[in-house]
Structures are given as C-alpha cells and as structure tokens.
C-alpha cells in the first residue's frame, strides 16, 4: 500500500470522526451521568477522549501548516491549497473556509465541545441548560455573523441562517421550559 492511499485513508477516518464528534461528544458524556455500568462509562470517555485528542491534533496541525505558509510565502493558502498532500490529509478540516479563516476549525470544535457539555450535564436543570444553550448559540451566532469564516457568500449565508435556526431553536427551548412561569395549557 502507497503512501498517499495511507494518507486518503487516515484522512477518511479523520473527517468520519469529524462528522461523528457532536453526536458522540453528547452521547459520551451523558453517559457519564447516567452510570448504566462501569464498562459502559469506561468506553464513553476512551470514544470522548480519543475523538477530541484527534480531532485537536490534526486543528494544531493544520495550524502549524498555515503559519508555516505565512512565514514562508505570506499567505496562508499557498501550502494548504496548493500542497497535494496537505490538501488531501488535512483538507476535510479547512476547505469549507476562507484561507485566511484556516483556525475557525479550532472554534468550531470548542462551540461543540461547550454545547455537548450543557446538554449532556445539565439534564437535570432544564432552565440552566436552556439559558446557556441560549447564550452559547447567541455567541456563536454573532461571531460567525461578524466573521463570516466561510467560502463565499452563498455558504455564509447557508451557515449563518443555520446559526440563526439554531438560535430560534433553543429560544423556543427556553420558552417550553417554563422559566417565564407561563400558564400550562390545560387541552389535551
């Protein structure tokens, strides 16, 4: 086996992983609050862990690639874009971005990270996880609104309309969990 069928594979798996981090992220770690058993929380934190330390390790890679291209020809996209096997290994985590927006992967892990633990810890207190759901999806909102990390216009749009639908989400979460003392609907 070549190589560059290794580096096609490993990178495969990586962006598999990538696609997978928020649901395992949530699932991972809201097994630890339940306990079914001890087998099962052992493999919830060896998934959690192994995920975000990959995950994280090939975000710093790709960094360091990026500043590398930046000391050596002052863009940041002439190594990540134009280097076949940078692209081909690492290019699942930065193509969806702007070249000089490579980094918004490592923000973007850290938006799912925060959110995967308000949901998977805060079950118990519907209005603390409700509020802070809320104020993380306002943040991510306004930053990727003002930043606009992504290709072109047309994805921009597409990913800031699915920040705001996100944000309207959770919105209707806080209403649903009565932290207004809203009057219960008595119909059935």
Known sequence: MTTLNLSI???????????????????????????????????GLFFF??????????????YRIARRSVSMHKNPAYILYSDPSALNKWGFLYVQFRATA??????LLLYILIKSLFIAFAQPN????????????????????????????????FNISIAAMNFLNVIFLLVFTAVFNQPVSSRA
């Open 102 to 107: 490579y980094y918004f992967i490592l923000p």
């Open 49 to 62: 862990i192994s995920m975000t330390v990959a995950l994280l390790w090939a975000a710093l890679k790709v």
């Open 126 to 157: 519907g209005t603390i996880q409700a509020i802070a759901l809320v104020i993380i999806e306002a943040v991510f909102l306004i930053s990727v609104s003002i930043l606009r990390p992504w290709m072109d216009k047309k994805t921009n749009a």
């Open 9 to 43: 594979r490993s990178a495969l798996t990586l962006s598999q992983v990538l696609i997978g981090y928020p649901q395992m992220c949530i699932l991972c770690l809201w097994e630890l609050t339940q306990r079914d058993s001890v087998a099962e929380v052992i493999l």
